[in-house]
């Protein structure tokens, strides 16, 4: 069971960039998907969280600019983000809880980090 990131890149103040993360391997159920960054210097942070029936919950600097959701039937997760800022520069990492099998269990996973710049 694995989570697969993608989609950062160097974009201008002001644009837009669409991660995805992908969830892989035996996966009955997934509870929270999530997106954290982490900025040079800093801890890592939520950014947004999406639960298995649509409940979304943003950080306070992203609000109103980044939009997260997901697909459980592909077990994808995405994160639009919009009208980007130099301070939303950082390493965004995908998080998900799951569960091999339906009545089991669920535990953490990290996808392996997508880092986004935005600088001119």
């Known amino acids: 069971v694995q989570l697969q990131a993608s989609g950062g890149g160097l974009v201008q103040p002001g644009g837009a960039l669409r991660l995805s993360c992908a969830a892989t391997?035996?996966?009955?159920?997934?509870?929270?998907m999530s997106w954290y960054r982490e900025a040079p210097g800093k801890r890592r942070e939520l950014v947004a969280l999406?639960?298995?029936?649509?409940?979304?919950k943003y950080s306070d600097p992203v609000k109103g600019r980044f939009t997260i959701s997901r697909d459980n039937a592909k077990k994808i997760v995405d994160l639009q983000m919009n009208s980007l800022k130099s301070e939303d520069t950082a390493v965004y990492y995908c998080?998900?809880?799951?569960?091999?099998?339906?009545?089991?269990?669920?535990?953490?996973?990290w996808g392996q980090g997508t880092l986004v710049t935005v600088s001119s």
């Open positions: 999406i639960t298995d029936d649509g409940v979304t």
């Open positions: 391997g035996p996966i009955a159920r997934i509870n929270i």
């Open positions: 998080y998900a809880e799951m569960a091999a099998s339906v009545g089991g269990r669920a535990s953490p996973y």
